[in-house]
């Protein structure tokens, strides 16, 4: 049975498979690698993932989620109309999704996956991944971080001799820098920096706030509908302006009953505006390079990430380092064709067998201390330090402060901070001690970061109790209840039936049109979702080819005069009926 990889982005997921020699992407049912991480409850109750659901937010934004997974591994609930979903359960929808695509590609049944995540994710986030695998039917063989991922695939289609590069993976609502050296057949990470809230989105956020301002408009009053139009429009700008020929500039326009509102952006006004964004990547690469002795001596820089190709990142970072660095040729697939690389170094497959990959923690975990009986501010005793190699283990001894004290609690943390509460708490863990004078009792914490970069305590005590099972976050704790609710929920919601992609996504594209504008724009869209429904109910497969290819064309002079002032009359739409 095959083996995949899954990037599942914030914005994009895809998957790979290593087979004949290679790292092969799998398209999805539209025949695209990219499947957008969004998904929409229809109204029949079917859940719609991809470019089709995307197409929702702005038709449908009440019932249409995007961007979760920068809520991996949290407490929040996102709305989909009355029902509501964890963020590994929608995360599971895509997998879902994703899944139903590979094997109907493939041909055979897959169950097993190797999912990359962003080096930066807390135990929390990655505990959250592995689960959404879970309810989607997989079973999680490796998590790779995406950074490690893409410098697997960069040196390995590359070759190239000994090098100590940089990898700075800037997608849509995460950034991952690191320091990767390769010798021989040994690819080593040696440091990773990273911000998980920092990424395209913010660019677009800063476009959209920036259009409110120069309009006079308020964001608050604007409703959903409108606000996924301004953020559509955002992306689309930034995009444009970075396309190979270079557009000198791009438009937004909103219309608000007879108001029309709008911003022109130039690539020197998004460098303005991106600046802020680029101050935080700054701080995230020079955190890698301290953490990393002579990464001051970086040969190459390597650029992943849909947001690498943004023209004025580019520049951004060539005034930093004094030379442009290489965006990889297809920097939002990168990620993906590393972890199918990944699946095959896993599978074994012969030609692969005698690369090695190593992977450093992100960051320090440790346990809360206290100086004694009165403290009431912990600080860190941290077991595994930031940039450990992976896999790692560690322990330490912690004596009692009370006489005949009965237990020893311990706070799990991850961070930097000195005093714990200013740190990520994963869980705890609690052991009996023997009664005896204040400090005779002592309980051993060992603390193991597997090559997942997922966290292992455990705690024996002088008396002989041991623990190893975290108190953590029940619903992301493998096994037990909350799982199996989960699952039972998670089995019961179906996807759309297979084949009808193409077709919803192009109904979703004209409703997404009528819902964007007025007048006659308006009602040329009306008369197409009309149409092509008409098509659809009478079930001729030669008429619903044509009226798919219909679709397409005037869906496109749509979209073209859809900020344009009301529509010339050469572009009517008429029924060929
Ligand atoms: P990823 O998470 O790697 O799929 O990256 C998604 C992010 O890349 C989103 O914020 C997109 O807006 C951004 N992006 C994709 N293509 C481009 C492009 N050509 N220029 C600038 N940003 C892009």
Request: aromatic share 6%; with cysteine.
């Amino acid at each position: 049975m095959a083996m995949i990889g899954i990037d599942l982005g914030t914005t994009n997921s895809l998957a790979c498979i290593y087979r004949n020699g290679r790292a092969e992407l799998i398209p999805n049912e539209l025949g695209e690698y990219k499947t957008s991480s969004v998904v929409s409850l229809m109204e029949d109750g079917t859940i719609l993932v991809g470019a089709a659901a995307k197409e929702r937010l702005i038709s449908h934004p009440e019932t249409t989620a995007a961007s979760f997974k920068v809520w991996m591994g949290t407490e929040r609930s996102i709305s989909l109309g009355t029902r509501s979903f964890k963020p590994e359960e929608l995360s599971s929808l895509v997998l879902k999704q994703i899944l139903q695509d590979v094997q109907r590609y493939l041909g055979e049944p897959v169950e097993e996956a190797i999912i990359s995540v962003p080096a930066y994710f807390n135990d929390n986030q990655r505990c959250a991944t592995k689960l959404a695998a879970q309810l989607a039917g997989l079973t999680v063989k490796r998590l790779i971080n995406e950074p490690s991922a893409a410098a697997l695939y960069h040196r390995h289609s590359t070759g190239g001799g000994d090098s100590r590069m940089m990898v700075i993976d800037f997608g849509g609502g995460t950034l991952d820098v690191s320091i990767v050296e390769c010798f021989e057949n040994i690819i080593e990470i040696t440091a990773i920096a990273g911000n998980n809230r920092l990424g395209g989105n913010d660019i677009d956020h800063a476009i959209v706030t920036c259009f409110c301002e120069q309009n006079g408009l308020s964001m608050e009053e604007l409703d959903s509908s409108a606000r996924s139009v301004l953020y559509r429009q955002a992306e689309e700008v930034k995009i444009a302006l970075s396309q190979p020929r270079n557009a000198p500039e791009a438009t937004i326009v909103l219309r608000q009953g007879e108001d029309k509102y709008s911003l022109t952006l130039t690539n020197s006004l998004l460098r303005q505006l991106c600046e802020p964004v680029f101050r935080k990547v700054r701080e995230v690469i020079t955190r890698a390079m301290k953490d990393r002795e002579h990464a001051d001596k970086i040969d190459d820089v390597i650029l992943v990430g849909g947001s690498a190709r943004l023209t004025v990142f580019g520049d951004y970072l060539e005034e930093l380092f004094g030379r442009r660095p290489e965006v990889c040729s297809n920097p939002d697939e990168t990620v993906a064709l590393g972890v199918g690389l990944c699946a095959g170094i896993k599978e074994r497959a012969e030609e692969l067998e005698d690369i090695v990959m190593t992977d450093v923690c992100p960051f320090s975990l440790g346990v809360a201390t206290y100086n004694d009986n009165r403290d009431k501010n912990p600080h860190m005793a941290f077991l595994i330090q930031r940039s450990s190699m992976l896999p790692a283990s560690h322990q330490d001894n912690f004596y009692t402060l009370s006489d005949n004290q009965q237990r020893l609690r311990f706070e799990i943390y991850q961070g930097e901070g000195y005093y714990a509460s200013e740190n990520l708490k994963l869980g705890e863990l609690e052991v009996r001690v023997p009664p005896a004078p204040a400090g005779r009792q002592y309980a051993t914490v060992t603390f193991t970061y597997d090559i997942d970069g997922i966290l292992h305590v455990s705690a024996r005590s002088s008396g002989g109790d041991y623990r190893d099972r975290l108190i953590l976050n029940p619903r992301l704790q493998p096994g037990g209840m909350a799982l199996q609710q989960a699952y039972e929920r998670i089995s019961q919601i179906r996807l759309a039936a297979q084949g009808t992609q193409e077709d919803q996504m192009l109904l979703e594209t004209a409703l997404r049109i009528h819902a964007q504008t007025i007048g006659e724009c308006r009602e040329q869209a009306a008369e197409l979702i009309q149409y092509f429904e008409r098509c659809r109910a009478d079930g001729d497969p030669i008429r619903l080819g044509k009226a798919r290819r219909e679709m397409k064309k005037r869906l496109a002079v749509l979209e073209i005069y859809l900020y344009a002032d009301p529509l010339s009359e050469e572009f009517r739409f008429d029924d060929d009926e």
